[in-house]
């Protein structure tokens, strides 16, 4: 099956209510994550709810975008819909702390043999065409 370049047909995530902050932030070219206001921790993935101390009490904060690889995959033989092979796909684990934000994402503007673990990396955005969404990716700072 021959995939139209120019057509995006990977997958997209829905938008809801309760996550609109975090894509809103996307679309400014910034990457939101919860903190609670009670107990200080950081909460990713979008949840309603501190994932630590259960408040929900909890504030949309705009994190740094840097982070450290923690591991990658290189995908040579993928889905049809996910376009062009190779690709990558990365957890980063982001410098905020005291509780770990660990990003999933795909790998952009990086060569895959420069990949180590423990390398910098850093959030950056696409803006999906034809499609009212930013999606976050990852690079080699």
């Not at 099956?1 to 990977?10: A, F, G, H, N, T």
């Not at 795909?106 to 959030?123: A, C, K, S, Y």
Request: glycine fraction near 8%; aromatic fraction near 10%; include cysteine.
């Amino acid at each position: 099956m021959e995939i139209d370049p120019d057509q995006y047909l990977r997958p997209l995530p829905r938008k809801e209510p309760f996550n609109a902050p975090f894509w809103e932030g996307l679309e400014r070219g910034e990457f939101l994550v919860t903190k609670c206001r009670d107990c200080g921790d950081w909460n990713w993935i979008p949840y309603e709810g501190c994932r630590s101390c259960l408040s929900q009490n909890l504030e949309w904060t705009a994190i740094s975008g840097k982070g450290r690889l923690m591991t990658f995959s290189v995908v040579h033989r993928g889905p049809p819909t996910f376009g062009t092979e190779p690709y990558g796909v990365a957890l980063v684990e982001m410098k905020e702390k005291p509780r770990s934000i660990v990003v999933l994402a795909n790998i952009v503007e990086t060569d895959f043999d420069t990949l180590e673990i423990g390398m910098p990396m850093e959030l950056v955005f696409e803006n999906i065409p034809g499609e009212n969404i930013t999606m976050y990716r990852v690079k080699a700072a």
